[in-house]
């Protein structure tokens, strides 16, 4: 029964993560989309900034939300800093290669492969670390 109990658990806080995930994702796309077609800067500063906007999201959204947190900022958002720069690294190296060297489409493949496959990391890391 407790196996059960820690399973449905488990797929709780993934549901919960998933859905603080998504509107992070989405203030993350939507300010590199907007700058990118209304300023129109380059997709590696761009994808930056949407970055930022998406970390704050993230966080508050983890620690209220998704992990309903009550350790203090200082110890937590330190450390989820540091997984959302790890985050950052995979996402701007992922921009960097698959955009400025394999000349994939950004709109249509960069982002949504990043999009995808950097939560997963940065998933494992709030779990066994940031918010343990």
């Known amino acids: ?3 059960l109990s820690s ?3 488990l797929l709780a806080l993934m549901v919960r993560y998933g859905l603080v995930g998504v509107a992070a994702s989405v203030v993350h796309a939507g300010i590199s989309l907007l700058l990118i077609e209304y300023f129109e800067w380059q997709p590696f500063w761009s994808h930056a900034m949407g970055f930022f906007g998406g970390l ?3 966080y508050l959204g ?3 939300f ?3 947190d009550k350790g203090a900022h200082k110890n937590r958002f330190p450390k989820f800093a540091i997984t959302a720069l790890t985050g950052f690294a995979l996402h701007q190296s992922g921009v960097y290669l698959l955009v400025n060297q394999l000349q994939y489409d950004y709109k249509t493949l ?3 492969v990043l999009m995808v496959c950097v939560p997963v990391v940065t998933f494992l890391l709030s779990k066994f670390w940031v918010f343990r």
């Open 66 to 68: 998704s992990f309903r």
């Open 1 to 3: 029964m407790f196996l």
């Open 56 to 58: 704050i999201t993230a």
């Open 7 to 9: 399973h449905k658990d």
């Open 110 to 112: 960069a982002l949504p």
């Open 62 to 64: 983890h620690y209220h």
